[in-house]
């Protein structure tokens, strides 16, 4: 749907003048009360899940939520040139965060993936998602469809994705270095990279599995097996799965009602903060309440794709599509995982699950997005970044 986007090659940059005023008037608050919803949604979950409590959960998401929120308006309303002029700085500054993980990282459930700030634990291979699609968007920005079928015209952006994703393997993180992948394949494609490319990746990924499977570690390995036989493990490592089946059916059609969910309250379903606490929802609000939380994750996505094709520069249609793709992967893989129709990969229910970095990250590409909305008209030709 978004190959061949048209470029805006031969245009002269119009320099709209847009007033603070202005700019808050045209930024999409549709978007913003959905955000909003679905935060509140989660905040009382997490109420839930702490037995009725406000601590240690929820009113941590409330406080952690605030000045996400204020920097997602903050980022809305810069001139989405100057993003798009800074591309490279944001994309260098998250990158050299992930190799002081590497030096310097905190070290937590086994895995080396925070950087402790004393006041914020960062997680900058969430930053990156943000990061890399403003990059990518830059880079393909600068080129006509012409050059893009140029094979060698590949490497740049192919580096751009690897480099980040090589890191996060090292911490290691596999469904983090998935996301980025598949994020960044959406930029590709609608950049406009024939599809064959596409399909030789994929053929070229196939081919090293036998190998990538050597090389993940033991606990990787047994996510697999869980996937595929639960129940050889009921009481190891199959426990969270067949706990998450277990809350899922038991919620029938309108749930047991709100702190009610005998799993989530009984302590019997783990991570219930976290990765599970869509099981959580809808086992209190039965199959009603999860397709509604789901309804709205889509209104978002619609939001995020019109925004995209509103755009008339394509920087911003790429930013669109690549912050929205993210978005759509984050909701997408965490209500398959817990429905067991992929591997536990542990990515956070969006908006929804507790954690700072990933709630931030999510505020912030929501911000890119609203930019992308109250610029959408600004022409930006591909030869004028030194004019901006």
Not at 175 to 199: C, E, N
Not at 279 to 288: I, S
Not at 305 to 329: D, E, H, K, M
């Amino acid at each position: 749907m978004f190959v061949a986007l048209p470029q805006d090659g031969g245009l002269t940059p119009q320099r709209p003048q847009l007033t603070l005023g202005t700019k808050i008037r045209m930024i999409n608050w549709g978007l913003v009360f959905l955000v909003c919803l679905i935060t509140s949604v989660g905040i009382a979950m997490l109420y839930s899940a702490a037995g009725g409590q406000w601590d240690p959960w929820a009113k941590s998401q409330m406080i952690r939520f605030a000045p996400g929120f204020v920097l997602m308006l903050i980022i809305a309303l810069v001139d989405i040139r100057l993003w798009m002029r800074f591309a490279y700085g944001i994309y260098c500054v998250v990158f050299l965060l992930l190799v002081a993980v590497e030096i310097m990282g905190h070290i937590g459930m086994g895995a080396q993936r925070w950087i402790n700030l004393g006041f914020f634990v960062l997680q900058p291979s969430e930053l990156m998602k943000p990061a890399l699609a403003l990059a990518l968007a830059r880079y393909f920005h600068g080129l006509t469809l012409e050059q893009i079928g140029r094979p060698l015209m590949l490497i740049p952006p192919l580096i751009l994705v690897f480099a980040p994703v090589g890191l996060v393997l090292l911490q290691p993180n596999l469904g983090t270095s998935l996301l980025l992948i598949m994020g960044s394949g959406a930029i590709f494609f609608a950049a406009g990279v024939r599809i064959w490319k596409f399909l030789l990746a994929i053929g070229a990924g196939l081919a090293v599995i036998p190998i990538g499977w050597e090389m993940l570690h033991d606990y990787q390995r047994q996510r697999v097996y869980t996937f595929l036989e639960p129940e050889t493990d009921p009481l190891g490592a199959g426990y969270n799965i067949i706990q998450s089946k277990i809350a899922l059916g038991s919620g029938g059609l309108f749930g047991k009602g709100f702190m009610m969910g005998s799993q989530s309250q009984l302590m019997f379903l783990p991570e219930k903060h976290t990765d599970f606490i869509f099981v959580v929802l809808a086992e209190e609000l039965g199959m009603a309440g999860a397709l509604a939380l789901l309804f709205l994750y889509c209104l978002m996505l619609v939001y995020g794709v019109v925004i995209a094709l509103s755009a008339r520069n394509q920087f911003g249609r790429l930013v669109g599509v690549g912050l929205t793709t993210q978005f759509f992967l984050y909701m997408f893989v965490n209500v398959a995982m817990v429905m067991g129709l992929i591997p536990v990969v542990g990515i956070p229910l969006p908006l929804v699950s507790y954690g700072g970095t990933a709630m931030m990250t999510l505020l912030i590409c929501v911000g890119f997005l609203l930019s992308v909305s109250v610029h959408r008209e600004i022409r930006i030709p591909r030869s004028g970044i030194s004019d901006l």
